[in-house]
């Protein structure tokens, strides 16, 4: 039974940094698709970026590119998004999924909510 746990999410100015994490349990030994999607009030959640955890490979949504980063910790089964340049329009509550075993990004859609089954709870984030 997959689980997905955030942390690190707070509040800060804008222009400073923010790195959330998002911890699973009960992996297969298999590469997946991890994503960080937000959720801005009722808004849809929207495809922040995603990780390949084979291998490493990145994608981002525009909004965030250069500023976000998204990185992996293999042995602790781990996700990472660091955030710089944080700006007030990036506060929303962050979610991480973890997508199908072996299906990569691309093949998945990643940026689509309903691609994924597996959710954590959330983290919000505020940029004030």
């Known amino acids: 039974h997959v689980q997905l746990v955030e942390s690190g999410g707070g509040s800060v100015q804008a222009g400073g940094s923010l790195r959330v994490s998002c911890a699973g349990t009960?992996?297969?030994?298999?590469?997946?698709?991890v994503t960080w999607f937000r959720q801005k009030s009722e808004n849809e959640r929207e495809g922040v970026a995603a990780?390949?955890?084979?291998?490493?490979?990145?994608y981002y949504d525009s909004s965030v590119k250069d500023r976000f980063t998204i990185s992996e910790d293999l042995n602790r089964d781990t996700v990472y998004l660091q955030m710089n340049s944080l700006k007030s329009e990036d506060t929303a509550m962050y979610y991480c999924?973890?997508?199908?075993?072996?299906?990569?990004?691309?093949?998945?859609?990643?940026?689509?909510?309903?691609?994924?089954?597996?959710w954590g709870q959330g983290t919000q984030v505020t940029v004030s």
């Open positions: 990780i390949w955890t084979r291998g490493g490979y990145t």
């Open positions: 999924a973890a997508g199908p075993p072996s299906i990569d990004c691309l093949s998945l859609g990643w940026s689509r909510e309903n691609a994924y089954s597996i």
């Open positions: 009960g992996y297969t030994p298999s590469a997946k698709c």
